[in-house]
Antibody
Framework: QAQLVESGGGVVQPGRSLTLSCVAS????????MHWVRQAPGKGLEWVAV????????HYGDSVKGRFTISRDNSKNTLSLEMNNLRVEDTAVYYC????????????WGQGTQVTVSS | QSALTQPPSASGSPGQSVTISCTGT?????????VSWYQQHPGKAPKLLIY???RRPSGVPDHFSGSKSGNTASLTVSGLQAEDEADYYC???????????FGGGTKLTVL
């Protein structure tokens, strides 16, 4: 069945960079829009970014615009999130998700990868 | 950007029905049928319950149902069971300017 596995999280100082990866399996990755969603400790879900199936369109949430870059490699079934100029408030579990329809029906969810920004 | 509005908590006894609301605007929930609901148990990743307002993915029990009226979507959990105790989140597509909004989440307690 469809599966997503995130990696690349860790502890990083404010202002530094980190790149997350997500490997997809069990479905035709190249046909689906993909998103990153995050959840800060004890908080709700926050949408981060989207990339269309062919990579031609990308959009970001206001809190990460200009600092984060989403990308994909359909030949390697891989989704990435490059995070620059990290802030303490970026601390969260980051999930990679597939959409069923535009901006909706996120399924499956990976196990998430923890990003902690701290000095 | 504005999140969708959900009540912070809801509760019911086993066997009862509970409805959780999700209020947006005429630019998101009211305009698009791309409304979804997710269930999250503590320490776990969210799970898709409902998409496109009322559709259930395979494997989701039919005591979960979704609906929408105007700018408000609703999730109804019928015949409450102990394992339904979890956090529930709604989301909506919001057009190419904002793309996706999530609700703040509702903690459902089974009494």
């Amino acid at each position: 069945q469809a599966q997503l596995v995130e990696s690349g999280g860790g502890v990083v100082q404010p202002g530094r960079s980190l790149t997350l990866s997500c490997v997809a399996s069990g479905f035709n990755f190249r046909y689906y829009g993909m998103h990153w969603v995050r959840q800060a400790p004890g908080k709700g879900l926050e949408w981060v970014a989207v990339i269309w199936y062919d990579g031609t369109y990308k959009h970001y949430g206001d809190s990460v615009k200009g600092r984060f870059t989403i990308s994909r490699d359909n030949s390697k079934n891989t989704l990435s999130l490059e995070m620059n100029n990290l802030r303490v408030e970026d601390t969260a579990v980051y999930y990679c998700v597939r959409e069923k329809s535009r901006g909706a029906g996120f399924d499956p969810w990976g196990q998430g990868t923890q990003v902690t920004v701290s000095s | 950007q504005s999140a969708l509005t959900q009540p912070p908590s809801a509760s019911g006894s086993p066997g009862q029905s509970v409805t959780i609301s999700c209020t947006g605007t005429s630019a998101d929930v009211g305009l698009y049928n791309d409304v979804s609901w997710y269930q999250q148990h503590p320490g776990k990743a969210p799970k898709l319950l409902i998409y496109e307002v009322f559709r259930r993915p395979s494997g989701v029990p039919d005591h979960f149902s979704g609906s929408k009226s105007g700018n408000t979507a609703s999730l109804t959990v019928s015949g409450l069971q102990a394992e339904d105790e979890a956090d529930y989140y709604c989301s909506s597509y919001a057009g190419t300017n904002d793309y996706v909004f999530f609700g703040g989440g509702t903690k459902l307690t089974v009494l």
